[in-house]
């Protein structure tokens, strides 16, 4: 399942790149919550479709068609970490933009109810819960 989960995370940074940011928004919950970096100076929190489409157009009025190329994913379960490279150019200066963020996308099933981002990746870590410990078997088994 976990292994899906990244597929489609990987499928989503496609059609997003593509301009198709309602495939994206169909594989999330309607009462999807974004969380922006803390660090970010206008940290906020997002919520819904709307507040979605909102954080989104924020970034589109600054950079026009901001592309996000994923650098590094990483299965952890019931949520997909991964590493990804923004960029842009800013629309008022015409000055190409670039940083890189954590995006880590929570599932319940088939569909991410959640996207957090940060720009450290060891926070974004400690962000996981963590993986369940396996009994020990019998017999030293």
Same mark, same amino acid.
């Given at each position: 399942?976990?292994?899906?989960? *990244? ?12 301009? !198709? ?7 999330? %919950? ?15 929190? &997002?919520? @819904? &479709?709307?507040? *979605?489409?909102? &954080?989104? !157009?924020?970034?589109? $009025?600054?950079? @026009? ?14 949520? +997909?970490?991964?590493? *990804?490279?923004? %960029?842009?150019? @800013? ?5 190409? *933009?670039? !940083?890189? +963020?954590?995006? +880590?996308?929570?599932?319940? @099933? ?25 009994? $020990?078997?019998?017999?030293? +088994?």
């Amino acid at each position: 399942m976990s292994e899906d989960r *990244v597929d489609l995370v990987r499928r989503g940074y496609d059609a997003w790149n593509a301009g !198709d940011r309602s495939w994206v928004l169909d594989h999330m %919950t309607d009462d999807i919550v974004w969380v922006s970096p803390p660090e970010d100076p206008d940290a906020s929190v &997002y919520r @819904g &479709y709307p507040g *979605v489409q909102l &954080y989104w !157009d924020k970034w589109r $009025e600054e950079v @026009g068609d901001l592309r996000l190329d994923p650098q590094r994913m990483i299965d952890a379960g019931d949520s +997909v970490l991964v590493v *990804v490279r923004r %960029t842009g150019r @800013g629309r008022s200066s015409g000055i190409d *933009v670039s !940083d890189e +963020v954590v995006q +880590v996308f929570d599932f319940e @099933g088939e569909r991410c109810y959640r996207v957090r981002e940060y720009y450290d990746l060891q926070q974004a870590r400690d962000s996981l819960p963590p993986a369940p410990r396996m009994p $020990e078997a019998a017999n030293g +088994v």
